[in-house]
């Protein structure tokens, strides 16, 4: 059966958080006189120490995922959650994690950084978990596997039941990583999180929220890890204008949702424009906000592209990516560019 309690890194377990002046007392609303953080007391908007919980952004946001405020952390970006988490459940030179490549790359460089073993194994030539090999990679100091869905760089969504399987067959923590799950039309796994103990969700405002620049990084999971987490998060890793400009942008849903339509309508058109280029061999089906073709000549077609002013992403050293280019969807102006640049190549 899953137990947390074999996961955790024994130092994190007796540790005991520092306490922020901010987290020993607790405004209840009422007028006070701060004089217990040694902050400057002239009033500019940002000279108090930010709420370290976030407490009114995650209430927003729990609300919007249909959770409970004691379900979510935050961080300086989904980077800075993703390495908490090894640096929770990873013991160095000891545990490792599984990674599906082709795909992110952070998780590899946290693994290095942390010294942990990446253990990777493949997705099939259908960019699918192969999941019978991953059960066989796994051993007793595995501590995560990373899911990244719909999936970087190859834009495709994993089968239900292959990630069913793997929560079902894995004793250690399952992390999804959800940043383009806006874009993609199934659902995110945080509905299943009362099922799983072991699930954890990754999101991020950096992509369809369109809030790359603020660094704000979310994570979903059970009460119990949530509150582990906490214990080693820096006190204010989620700064005050971030809080206050990722406020303003959740509870704007309208803006955003009009956004995602515009982008996925234009992802319609450019899929089906790349499909009609010459040099264009295959165009993957996509669930995120870019779309990965395989081409001639990659490198030969990154660098036409590059003298026209675009920059796309040349994945052709990626495994099963050879002679892959990734197009992020740009405005429709953006994209008509490309298109005619695409088509003017030699
Ligand atoms: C872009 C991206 C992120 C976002 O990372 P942030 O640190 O939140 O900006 C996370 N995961 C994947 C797979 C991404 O492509």
């Known amino acids: 059966m899953f137990d947390l309690n074999n996961l955790i890194r024994q130092n994190v377990k007796g540790l005991k958080p520092y306490s922020s ?20 007391p002239f009033q500019n908007g940002v000279n108090r120490y930010p709420d370290p919980q976030q407490r009114s952004l995650k209430s927003v946001l729990a609300q919007q995922k249909g959770i409970r405020q004691e379900n979510i952390l935050l961080g300086n970006g989904s980077d800075e959650v993703l390495d908490l988490l090894f640096r929770t459940f990873c ?92 874009f993609s039309s199934d659902e995110s796994w945080v509905s299943k999180l009362s099922e ?35 214990k080693i998060k820096p006190p204010y890793n989620v700064n005050e204008l971030t809080q206050q400009r990722a406020m303003e942008r959740v509870l704007n849903r309208e803006e955003i949702n009009k956004e995602v339509e515009n982008i996925l309508e234009e992802r319609r058109v ?29 490198s030969l077609r990154y660098g036409q592209l590059l003298e026209k002013g675009i920059v796309i992403r040349n994945r052709t050293t990626q495994p099963l990516c050879e002679n ?15 298109i005619k640049a695409l088509k003017e190549l030699p």
């Open 21 to 40: 002046a901010r987290d020993e007392y607790v405004s209840d609303g009422s007028e006070m006189i701060f004089l217990d953080a040694n902050e400057n």
């Open 91 to 182: 013991e160095p030179n000891a545990d490792n994690i599984i990674t599906l490549p082709p795909t992110y790359g952070m998780y590899k460089v946290l693994a290095d950084i942390n010294v942990v073993e990446n253990r990777e194994v493949l997705l099939m030539d259908n960019f699918q978990p192969d999941v019978v090999s991953i059960l066989k990679n796994l051993d007793t100091s595995t501590k995560m596997v990373f899911l990244c869905n719909p999936n970087n760089p190859t834009g495709n969504s994993f089968h239900i039941s292959k990630i069913e399987k793997l929560l079902s067959s894995f004793k250690g923590l399952v992390v999804i990583d959800e940043a383009y799950i806006d």
């Open 196 to 230: 799983h103990p072991n699930l954890v969700v990754t999101q991020t405002l950096s992509k369809a929220y369109g809030m790359a620049g603020i660094r704000l990084g979310i994570c979903i999971a059970s009460e119990e890890i949530i509150s582990v987490l906490n």
């Open 270 to 298: 450019l899929e089906q424009t790349l499909k009609t280029i010459q040099f264009v061999e295959q165009v993957y089906p996509t669930d995120a906000n870019f779309i990965l073709a395989r081409v001639d000549d990659a």
């Open 324 to 338: 892959t280019l990734r197009f992020t969807v740009g405005t429709h102006k953006e994209n008509e560019f490309l």
